[in-house]
Structures are given as structure tokens and as C-alpha cells.
């Protein structure tokens, strides 16, 4: 009987390792999105200072989008989608290194800095964590997660009826106070993102994730560099 128990705890014990979250620094299986996508235009606010922190963030070390292999094959189909139609992706944000969203949680812990209200006009900072709008472990961070919009060809904006990381249920893909126009253009990129293999989010039209994402237990913490 103690013998059973032994073998029991072990195997019990080898199942938590294979389904518990890990970190890793390994990049091996991450692409430029640039590598594969050559006509797409970049905002990489982590980047800058233009985002809800109003600082540079943490792990952001040049401008660059990186993807798994995986999810650059699918938005590439999507890409692809897109220009057929008459538009090019502009990307905001991909991979994300788990340093990126720590820096995020010490921001929304720390009462001296309020970053930039614009990017959260109706809410408190102490409910962007509390609401999910902020996650202490980020999707982005597993590799298959992308921010991003639609522009014309030549670089033309396109009118999605609010922009990136509008903590505000504007974002929400179903919200209906738009224009005609507007909810046309999200359903534009939805449906290329969506027939490309990605799902989409309740909260942010701009958020995809690929339905069948590689390392979905896997937390990386590499720099973009």
C-alpha cells in the first residue's frame, strides 16, 4: 500500500509539471512579423511613452513585432485576406515580455502615477486590474496574441470608432453607439482575423489570439530587441 502511494504522489506530481505555467527565454520559436508580412506598418507603443503607463515599458528595446512561427503563418493568411480588399495591417503590439506586464502591475500599484487618464477617461486606475482590463499574466506573453488595425494601402486611416488600449466598453466589438461605417471596418478585420484562425476578445476589437496557439502554458520573457 505504501508502495501505491508513492508511485501515486510521483505520477501526480510529474501531471501538475506538465500542466503548470512556466517561463521561458527561449525565442527559437518566434518570428519577426516583418520576416513574413513586408507591406505592414508599425505603432509599437510599449515602445514609446503613448500608452496608459505615459513610459517607455520594460522589455521593449527597439520597435520590432515578433509572433510564434505559428501565429505569423496565420496572420500572413490574413494579411493576404486584407490586401486583397484594399488594406495592410498596422500592428501595435504582439509578443509581450512577462517584464512588460510586470511593469504594468507595479504601475497600477503605484498610487503617485496616474500614466495617461485619456486612456482611461471613465474609470479608476485601481479598476484596471480588478476589471481584467490588465492581466498579472498576459496572453501576449505566450507569443500568439496580436494588437492591431487595418489602414489603406497608401497608408490611409481607417475609422474603427476608437483606438488602441481605450479602456472603455467603446472597445468592445459589439458596441453598438458607432457608426454605420465604423462597425463595417471592425467586421472587416474581424472576419480576415477570424477566417485566418485567430479568435477575438469581448472587451477589444483590436485583440486576436490563434485558436490553436502553440505554447499555451508558456510564459516568455525574452526582449524585443
Do not use: C
Not at 520597435?63 to 496565420?74: I, N
Not at 463595417?184 to 477589444?204: C, P, T, W, Y
Amino acid at each position: 500500500m505504501k508502495k501505491f502511494l508513492i508511485i501515486l504522489s510521483f505520477v501526480s506530481l510529474v501531471s501538475m509539471s506538465a500542466t503548470a505555467e512556466t517561463i521561458s527565454t527561449d525565442s527559437s520559436g518566434f518570428a519577426l512579423i516583418s520576416s513574413m508580412i513586408d507591406d505592414a506598418a508599425y505603432d509599437i507603443r510599449y515602445y514609446s511613452e503613448n500608452n496608459f503607463t505615459g513610459s517607455k515599458i520594460d522589455g521593449y528595446e527597439a520597435p520590432h513585432a515578433y509572433l510564434t512561427k505559428e501565429a505569423l503563418v496565420a496572420l500572413a493568411k490574413a494579411a493576404e485576406n486584407l490586401r486583397e480588399k484594399g488594406y495592410r495591417l498596422l500592428i501595435w503590439d504582439s509578443y509581450r515580455p512577462q517584464k512588460a506586464v510586470n511593469h504594468f502591475v507595479r504601475w497600477i500599484n503605484d498610487p503617485t502615477d496616474e500614466g495617461d487618464k485619456s486612456f482611461y477617461p471613465d474609470l479608476e486606475k485601481s479598476d484596471l486590474l480588478k476589471g481584467n482590463y490588465i492581466m498579472a499574466k498576459s496572453g501576449h506573453t505566450r507569443g500568439s496574441t496580436v494588437d492591431l488595425t487595418i489602414i489603406k494601402k497608401d497608408g490611409g486611416f481607417v475609422d474603427m470608432g476608437g483606438t488602441f488600449d481605450l479602456f472603455s466598453e467603446v472597445s468592445h466589438p459589439d458596441y453598438e453607439n458607432i457608426t454605420d461605417e465604423q462597425k463595417h471596418n471592425r467586421q472587416i478585420l474581424h472576419d480576415a482575423m477570424v477566417d485566418a484562425g485567430f479568435k477575438g476578445i469581448d472587451s477589444e476589437w483590436w485583440h486576436f489570439t490563434l485558436e490553436n496557439e502553440p505554447y499555451s502554458d508558456t510564459y516568455f520573457d525574452f526582449d524585443v530587441k
